[in-house]
């Protein structure tokens, strides 16, 4: 099947290869790509042949979180339809989450936003050590919503506080101290990384590997429907707010927020 922002294909070994690929894009999260990126993990999940997935991503960054086109448009949106698209991206973070095959993440370039959602949902995130990430939706007078039990059962509640309000940016090295990475390694070392990541895998039984993702999840923080619906909900409440609506005004006409206080 052809897809129009991803690229898909399984090798002879059972290893699919899942590729964002709207490099002149950044890789950002449009409504398409949700859409995708949603069919192709229930496909993925559901095909026997598949023993892992490596999502990874075109171009210099790996994902830059949400499409611009996709935020004009919820600019433009009343209240239900937005927390129709944010339930849209909510529900293609658990179809990845929930991928009863192990994921590994490779990361050759910087990831905001939702990008920092899909490290989350990764079982395993390799990253090249010139990367950058970080949470920068309080710059924009928005919160971490749909991805936020995502990056809590992967860092922890303590980490992810700061992380949550500062919209700091991190290096490698800091995400990787917080939790967000697995590896950290040259860009020149990164394939041969993630080989080595995947190797493992393709010498148990996968059947057993889905159960014990199953299992390792189960035995963490819920994330129920009741939790989405939550936070589909809390960010529908702050896209109608003063700061929201200052926020994504600035950043679209490529100025500095009014509550920004200069350096």
């Known amino acids: 099947m052809t897809y129009e922002t991803i690229r898909v294909s399984v090798d002879c070994r059972g290893v699919a290869a899942l590729t964002l ?47 611009l086109g996709w935020m004009k448009a919820q ?17 293609m973070f658990k179809a990845l989450n929930d991928l009863p095959k192990p994921v590994i993440a490779r990361v050759q370039g910087n990831s905001f936003g939702g990008g920092v959602g899909l490290l989350c949902i990764a079982d395993v995130a390799v990253a090249a050590e010139t990367t950058k990430f970080g949470l920068t939706e309080t710059r924009l007078g928005l919160i971490p919503a749909t991805i936020s039990p995502y990056v809590v059962a992967r860092i922890g509640e303590g980490q992810a506080r700061p992380l949550f309000m500062s919209g700091r940016i991190l290096d490698a090295q800091a995400a990787q101290a917080a939790g967000l990475l697995t590896r950290v390694v ?37 994330i129920t429907d009741e939790v989405i619906a939550a936070t589909i909900v809390r960010l529908a409440d702050v896209w109608e707010t003063d700061e929201a609506r200052e926020g994504i005004s600035a950043f679209l006409e490529k100025r500095t927020p009014s509550w920004r206080v200069p350096d």
């Open 21 to 67: 690929a709207r490099p002149d894009k950044h890789n950002a999260l449009s409504g398409t790509m949700i859409g995708e990126l949603t069919t192709v993990a229930r496909l993925l999940g559901a095909d026997t042949a598949v023993r892992a997935v490596v999502l990874a991503a075109d171009g210099v960054s790996f994902c830059a979180g949400g499409d």
């Open 75 to 91: 600019i433009e949106a009343d209240r239900a339809g937005r927390m129709a698209e944010a339930r849209r991206l909510a529900l």
């Open 186 to 222: 040259s860009l020149d070392d990164l394939d041969a990384a993630v080989e080595a990541e995947i190797s493992p895998y393709l010498q148990v039984a996968p059947g057993a590997v889905g159960q014990s993702k199953a299992l390792a999840r189960s035995l963490g923080m819920p």
